[in-house]
């Protein structure tokens, strides 16, 4: 895999257009609140499929009145998840895609230098940077948050990380990255993230993923730390490395908080700050009771056969 590129020098003039020559691709459960402004921030990309998993609201009705083409996925393999199978199954009409979530927008800004960025033929994908929009104001403690989203779909996979059989986080995959065999570069335009469905769903969705959460702490607990230092030039590479040192931690609640409210300085994003890092700290605690539970229930109790 090539070496990470520089960030896209964005000096050339970004031409807005329709019917840019690229596949946005939008998985979805239940999405009827998010999705319009999701598509209506693509309309401008050639082709769009909406990857649906039997929503029973309005989000297919909506994506077809959209313009978007509904490809329906049925999850019945663990072992081949929604973005995983979406790679190796969609009837792509370009080269390039970007991946985005329903409550994810492209700005103007972001979708021009998109436009240009395809054009560079030394780039085979690209890094974006997401801003979390919580309670109606941007967070600056999220950023960056460097995902993987915008690349040549032939040369790209998902990551295994021999989760399949952890019951209970359903078809998308949580923490697996896009992995890609190519040169990459950053953008410098944020995606823009904003649920608009409330908090309730936003915990129900972290209460999933720390079950999921606790069994990969359990395995890298498991096994040996190994420092790589060539991991600290990508930015994904670079989260991996930190979560094996991380799991071995004590007093991680704390650690999350003071990490998101000192070290992320969401303390200068005021109140929405605090929750937030407090919200954080909360999803730590609820990993770590679980992990308790899976080291607990591993371990061969008095009087049992």
């Avoid at 964005?10 to 319009?36: F, Q």
């Avoid at 990309?45 to 029973?56: C, H, I, L, Q």
């Avoid at 979708?111 to 967070?139: N, Q, S």
């Avoid at 200068?268 to 009771?289: F, H, P, Q, V």
Wanted: glycine letters at 6%; hydrophobic letters at 40%.
């Amino acid at each position: 895999m090539s070496e990470t590129a520089a960030i896209h020098d964005d000096s050339m003039p970004r031409p807005a257009t329709d019917d840019v020559p690229l596949t946005v691709v939008i998985p979805v459960l239940n999405e009827e609140k998010n999705l319009p402004d999701a598509l209506a921030s693509v309309a401008w990309a050639r082709e769009v499929f909406v990857v649906d998993s039997g929503s029973t609201d309005q989000t297919c009705a909506i994506a077809e009145r959209h313009g978007a083409r509904v490809i329906q996925f049925a999850y019945t393999d663990p072992r081949q998840k929604k973005k995983a199978w979406t790679l190796v199954s969609l009837p792509f009409a370009t080269d390039w895609v970007l991946f985005l979530d329903a409550d994810e927008r492209v700005t103007p800004e972001l979708r021009d230098e998109i436009h240009t960025a395809l054009t560079d033929p030394t780039r085979d994908g690209y890094y974006v940077d997401r801003e979390m929009i919580f309670r109606g104001r941007p967070l600056r403690s999220y950023r960056p948050d460097w995902n993987l989203r915008l690349f040549r779909h032939r040369l790209a996979s998902v990551e295994d990380l021999g989760m399949h059989d952890v019951p209970g986080t359903g078809d998308n995959e949580i923490h697996e990255h896009f992995q890609l065999e190519g040169t990459r570069g950053f953008l410098r335009m944020p995606l823009r993230h904003d649920d608009y469905r409330g908090i309730g769903p936003w915990v129900d969705r972290h209460n999933r993923y720390a079950t999921w959460e606790a069994h990969l702490y359990a395995r890298l607990r498991a096994e040996p730390l190994a420092l790589d230092p060539r991991a600290l030039r990508d930015p994904v590479r670079r989260n991996r490395l930190l979560r094996r040192i991380w799991v071995r931690l004590p007093a991680r609640p704390i650690l999350r908080f003071a990490v998101w409210y000192l070290g992320k300085r969401a303390v200068l994003d005021g109140r929405n700050g605090l929750m937030y890092s407090l919200l954080m700290a909360w999803y730590e605690l609820l990993i770590g009771l679980k992990l308790s539970e899976l080291e607990y229930s591993s371990v061969p109790q008095p009087g049992s056969q």
